[in-house]
C-alpha cells in the first residue's frame, strides 16, 4: 500500500494543535518535564539540515519521556533580534522589521513540518516588544545593583559587522559571525559584572549533569590561576603597583620586569626620560600591529626599555622595566616579573641581552651545567631542585610552592590571589537591531551625583547611577523603550548605532530632573535576549497566576513575571540540548544571570539547566557543509521527497546524537523502505476483522520474539535515555525483520512495537495506531515495560581453552558447575586430542564465560 506522507503528515498536524496533544496542564501537572531546544535565529533562507538534526534530537526525547508519565513542556521560538538576522535583511535590501514576519512565518511552517511535539501556544519572538520589555527591566535591575558600568577601554571591532564583539565572540581573532579579521578600537562601552561570578560560574560546573566537553570549555574559558601578587614600587617616582605570578617559587630568579604597552602606566613612566619619544613610538607600532591582527603574541616578541627601574624588594638588585608586544593587559595586573625559568621571559632577555639568574636546577649534572650557563631554559619542572631562598632549598619545585607563598606573605612582598581569563561581558552593539539599552544620559544628573548631592525628592540615587553619574534608568513603568523605526538602519562604522541619528528618538527628558538629557542609543548584545528566554515562556501566564502571590525581594520584582509560582514549579529546566559552540557565549551568560537572578530574590535555583547535551556536527560527504563548496543540505526538499518521518530517522541513524555524522542522499533510500515495509504491515492488521482483533488481543507469539520483544524494550528504553538514537533505531530494525518472519503475530505485538517507534516517526506510527481502532493519541499512551525476568539468560556460550589458547566453545546452562563441565569438556573429541595421555596440572574456570585446561 502507498504511504502518502503529505497527506498523512498534514492531517496530524491539524489534530495535534486543534486537540492540544502537546499543551501540558501547567497548573495541575503532576510531573513537570521541561525539554527545552536551543531556538533558531531566523535569517537567510530557512532551517537548515543541522536545525532539524537537533529539534528532531530533543524532540525523541520529549516524546519519550511523556509516554513515561511526564507532563512533557516542549516550547520554541525565535531569536530573531540580533546581528544575524540584520545582516541577512542588508543582503537582501529589506528592513528587518519587515524580513521578521516574513521569516516567522516561514519557519514556523517549517518547525510544523519536521513533527515535533512543540507547545505552540506558549511561542515567543525577542523582537516582540511584549519580550524585550523583559530584557530592558533585566538590564535595569543589574543597573541597580551596580552589576553593569560604562567604560572606555580597547574592544575587538569588525570592521565588516561595524560593532564591537565580547571576547567571547572571537574565534582565533575572527568574528565569530562573518570570519573578519577583527581589529581593536577604544570605545566608551556597557559591561556586565560577569567576573565577580567567576568562581561560582566555575565550582558549579562539577553539580551539574552537562556535556564533558562543555564542562571543560567553560572551565577552560573561566581560566582560574593561583597565585601571588608581588607588591612593587618604582625607583624614584612615587608610583606603586602590583605584579601577579602564578609561578612563586623562583620568584627570587626574577631579574626584568615587563609592562603591557596599552597599560595606562606607561605614560607616567616615560613621561620626562630620554626614553619618552622612542616608547611612545613602539607602543603606537605594537598597538596598529595588533589592531590589524599582523602580531602572534605567542610566536613573537617585541620590547623596549622606559629608563625606569622596580626598586626590587627581594634584595637581588633592582629590576629595569621593559614595554614588552606579548604582555596581554587584561591579564592579571598587565605587569610581569620576568626570570630564567619562563621560556618567553628567557627567550626575550636572550633577544635584548638582559641579565639572568638561576634559583632552580634538575638533578642530572649535564643539564644543570647548560642551565647555569643560560644555554636552555630550565622551566615549570616538578622535579627541579629550588636552590633560593635558602630556607626552602632542596625542595623539589611542586613542594615548594605552599612554603615560598607563605614565605612571600610573612615577609611582607605580597598575597596569596586568585586571578580569571574570563572578562566581563561587553554587553552594547552598535547596530539597529535589537533592543535599545533602557538608560538615559543627563549631565546635571551627574553634576548632583560627583557633588554627592541627593536625587529628586530626596531619593537616594541607585548604586549604578552613582558608579556611572549621569546614567539614569528609565522608568520600569515606560518599559519598553520601543526601537523605532528607521529607514537608513545600515551600520556607520563610527562607533555609534543607527539610533543615533534619529533626534526624536534620543532627545528626551531626564526623567529623574526633567531637564533635557540623551538616550543611550546603543543597542544590547543579542546574547542578552537568550540568556533569559527559558523563563519568558511562562510569562505569557503571569498574570492569570500571580494573584497573592509575594516573594522576599523589591515592589517591582513582586509585579514581575517572575513572581509567577509556575515558574517555581516547572524551573530550572530538566533537559537542554543545544551547540557546543555556544558552551562559552549563550550557555555561560544563561548561568551568569540566573545567579543573580537568584541573588535577587528572582527564583530559587542558580542553574537554569540541570542536564544539557550537545549535539554533534554534521558534514556532507566527509565535508563541511558550506555555501560556497554548495553542500547545504535544505531539508524541505527531503520532507517533500520523503517525509518527516523518513527524515528524521535517517538524521538519527548516522550515528551516535552527540558525536553527529557524515549526510550521504543515497543513504535515506534504506529508512524510506523500512518505514514502507512498517505501514503496509500495519495496515495488513489494521484490515482485520474486528472479531479477529479481539481474539488476537494477547501474546501468542512463540518464547523466542518475547524475549526479544523484552529486549528491544530495555534496550531502546537505555539508549534513547542516553541519547543513543542509532542504536535504538538498530534495535527497531532487528525486532521488525523478525516481526515479518512470524507466521502468527498479535495485536498486542504490533501495538507495542508502534509505541517504540513513536518517537522516532511520530506521524505514520499515530497513523497506524488510528487504523487499529485507538481513538486517544499513541503519544499520549504508555511506554513499554519490559520484564526482566524474560530477560535471563538460561544457556550461555562456554569457551574451552588449553594451556590460555582457544580451541572449543560449548552451549550450557547457565548455572553449569565447574564438574559438570569438567566432565563434558574432557569428554569431547575435539579437546582430547589435547590432553590424551597428559597430566593435567589446573582447571581455571570463570563461571558463565571460560573453563581454561593447564597441562
Same mark, same amino acid.
Given at each position: ?51 532539524? $538534526? ?16 511526564? *507532563? ?14 540584520? @545582516? ?79 571576547? %567571547? ?111 611612545? %613610538? ?17 610566536? #613573537? ?56 639568574? /638561576? ?31 635558602? #630556607? ?37 552593539? +552598535?547596530? $539597529? ?29 541607585? =548604586? ?25 538602519? +545600515? ?112 527564583? *530559587? ?132 525483520? =523478525? ?9 498486542? @505485538? ?36 519490559? @520484564? ?57 574456570? /570463570? ?9
Amino acid at each position: 500500500m502507498f504511504y502518502n506522507h503529505q497527506k498523512i503528515e498534514k492531517k496530524w498536524q491539524k489534530i495535534w494543535e486543534k486537540e492540544k496533544i502537546y499543551e501540558p496542564n501547567f497548573k495541575k501537572a503532576k510531573r513537570p518535564f521541561y525539554n527545552l531546544m536551543m531556538f533558531p535565529y531566523p535569517s537567510a533562507e530557512g532551517l537548515h539540515v543541522g536545525n532539524m $538534526y537537533a529539534f528532531t534530537g530533543s524532540d525523541i526525547y520529549g516524546r519519550f519521556k511523556r509516554m513515561r508519565g511526564y *507532563d512533557v513542556f516542549e516550547p520554541i521560538g525565535l531569536d530573531g533580534f540580533g546581528i544575524h538576522s540584520e @545582516n541577512y535583511a542588508l543582503k537582501i535590501g529589506v528592513h528587518p522589521s519587515k524580513q521578521a514576519k516574513i521569516s516567522e512565518k516561514h519557519f514556523y511552517k517549517q518547525l510544523k513540518m519536521i513533527g515535533n511535539g512543540f507547545s505552540w501556544d506558549e511561542k515567543l519572538e525577542t523582537y516582540d516588544p511584549e519580550y524585550y520589555k523583559w530584557t530592558q527591566w533585566i538590564f535595569i535591575q543589574l543597573f541597580k545593583r551596580g552589576l553593569a558600568y560604562r567604560k572606555k577601554q580597547a574592544v575587538n571591532w569588525c570592521p565588516s559587522c561595524k560593532t564591537v564583539l565580547a571576547d %567571547e565572540q572571537v574565534i582565533a581573532e575572527k568574528c565569530e559571525r562573518c570570519s573578519s579579521e577583527v581589529i581593536k578600537k577604544n570605545l566608551e562601552q556597557w559591561f556586565f559584572k560577569i567576573t565577580k561570578y567567576a568562581e561560582r560560574l566555575l565550582k558549579n560546573l562539577d553539580m551539574i549533569d552537562w556535556s564533558e566537553r562543555t564542562k571543560i570549555a567553560q572551565k577552560e574559558w573561566i581560566g582560574r590561576s593561583e597565585g601571588i601578587n608581588l607588591k612593587e614600587k618604582v625607583k624614584n617616582l612615587n608610583i606603586e603597583f602590583e605584579v601577579f605570578d602564578t609561578i612563586p617559587q623562583t620568584f627570587l630568579a626574577q631579574t626584568f620586569t615587563v609592562i603591557a604597552p596599552e597599560h595606562p602606566l606607561v605614560e607616567r613612566l616615560i613621561t620626562g626620560t630620554k626614553y619618552e619619544k622612542s616608547v611612545r %613610538e613602539f607602543v603606537e607600532k605594537i598597538k596598529q600591529k595588533k589592531a590589524v591582527n599582523k602580531f602572534d603574541v605567542e610566536k #613573537e616578541s617585541e620590547g623596549i626599555f622606559t629608563g625606569r627601574y622596580v626598586d626590587n624588594p627581594f634584595g637581588t638588585g633592582d629590576l629595569p622595566i621593559w614595554v614588552a608586544s606579548y604582555v596581554i593587559a587584561g591579564y592579571g595586573t598587565g605587569i610581569v616579573n620576568c626570570s630564567a625559568h619562563d621560556e618567553r621571559d628567557f627567550a626575550f632577555a636572550k633577544k635584548y641581552n638582559i641579565p639572568l639568574k /638561576v634559583v632552580m636546577l634538575p638533578l642530572d649534572v649535564d643539564l644543570a651545567k647548560k642551565v647555569q650557563n643560560f644555554e636552555i631554559c630550565y622551566h615549570h619542572a616538578s622535579d627541579g631542585i629550588i636552590q633560593e631562598p635558602i #630556607e626552602m632549598k632542596g625542595m623539589t619545585w611542586e613542594k615548594a610552592r605552599k612554603p615560598i607563598i607563605e614565605y612571600i606573605e610573612k615577609k611582607g612582598f605580597g598575597k596569596k590571589t586568585i586571578n580569571y581569563h574570563l572578562r566581563d561581558w561587553l554587553i552594547s552593539r +552598535q547596530r $539597529y537591531w535589537g533592543p535599545p539599552i533602557p538608560l538615559v544620559f543627563c549631565e546635571n544628573c551627574a553634576e548632583r551625583i560627583k557633588n554627592k548631592e541627593l536625587g529628586i525628592k530626596n531619593k537616594k540615587f541607585d =548604586k549604578g547611577e552613582i558608579e556611572n553619574p549621569g546614567w539614569i534608568p528609565v522608568p520600569e513603568k515606560d518599559l519598553p523603550v520601543i526601537l523605532p523605526y528607521i529607514k537608513d538602519f +545600515q551600520p556607520k562604522g563610527t562607533g555609534e548605532s543607527p539610533l543615533a541619528t534619529d533626534k526624536k528618538f534620543y532627545e528626551v527628558k531626564c526623567p529623574e530632573c526633567g531637564k533635557m538629557a540623551r538616550r543611550e542609543t546603543d543597542v544590547s548584545d543579542t546574547f542578552l535576549d537568550s540568556a533569559w528566554y527559558y523563563l519568558g515562556y511562562f510569562f505569557e501566564n503571569w498574570k492569570a497566576t500571580l494573584r497573592g502571590v509575594r516573594q522576599k525581594a523589591s515592589r517591582e520584582i513582586e509585579n514581575s513575571p517572575f513572581s509567577s509560582p509556575l515558574i517555581r514549579k516547572w524551573l530550572p529546566v530538566d533537559m537542554y540540548i543545544g551547540g557546543q559552540e555556544h558552551a562559552c557565549l549563550h550557555l555561560l551568560y544563561s548561568r551568569f544571570l540566573a545567579m543573580v537572578f537568584n541573588d535577587l530574590g528572582l527564583i *530559587d535555583f542558580e542553574e537554569p539547566f540541570k542536564k544539557f547535551r550537545a549535539h554533534g556536527l554534521l558534514t556532507k560527504d566527509g565535508a563541511k557543509m558550506s555555501k560556497s563548496r554548495g553542500n547545504v543540505v535544505n531539508p524541505d526538499e527531503y520532507i517533500k521527497k520523503f517525509g518527516a518521518d523518513v527524515f528524521r530517522m535517517y538524521l538519527m541513524f548516522l550515528s551516535p546524537f552527540e558525536r553527529g555524522g557524515d549526510f550521504q542522499s543515497k543513504g535515506i533510500l534504506g529508512i524510506a523502505r523500512f518505514l514502507d515495509r512498517i505501514f503496509n504491515f500495519g495496515n495488513s492488521f489494521a484490515n482485520r476483522k474486528v472479531g479477529e482483533k479481539q481474539t488476537l488481543n494477547k501474546f501468542e507469539n512463540k518464547k523466542e520474539l518475547e524475549k526479544l520483544f523484552h529486549q528491544t524494550i530495555k534496550k531502546i528504553t537505555e539508549d534513547i535515555e542516553n541519547l543513543n538514537y542509532n542504536t535504538a533505531i538498530s534495535a527497531l530494525m532487528i525486532l521488525f525483520n =523478525k516481526m515479518e518472519k512470524e507466521s502468527q503475530l498479535s495485536i498486542v @505485538n504490533c501495538q507495542l512495537f508502534l509505541k517504540l517507534l513513536a518517537p522516532f516517526a511520530p506521524f505514520i506510527s499515530e497513523e497506524l495506531w488510528a487504523k487499529l481502532g485507538h481513538k486517544k493519541s499513541i503519544h499520549l499512551e504508555k511506554w513499554p515495560e519490559y @520484564n526482566s525476568r524474560l530477560l535471563k539468560q538460561k544457556k550461555i556460550i562456554l569457551i574451552v581453552q588449553v594451556n590460555g589458547k582457544f580451541r572449543d566453545k560449548i552451549e550450557v546452562n547457565v548455572d553449569i558447575s565447574e564438574q559438570e563441565a569438567k566432565e563434558i569438556i574432557l569428554s569431547r573429541e575435539k579437546i582430547q586430542k589435547y590432553t590424551k595421555g597428559k597430566e593435567i596440572k589446573k582447571i581455571i574456570f /570463570v563461571p558463565g564465560k571460560l573453563f581454561n585446561i593447564v597441562i
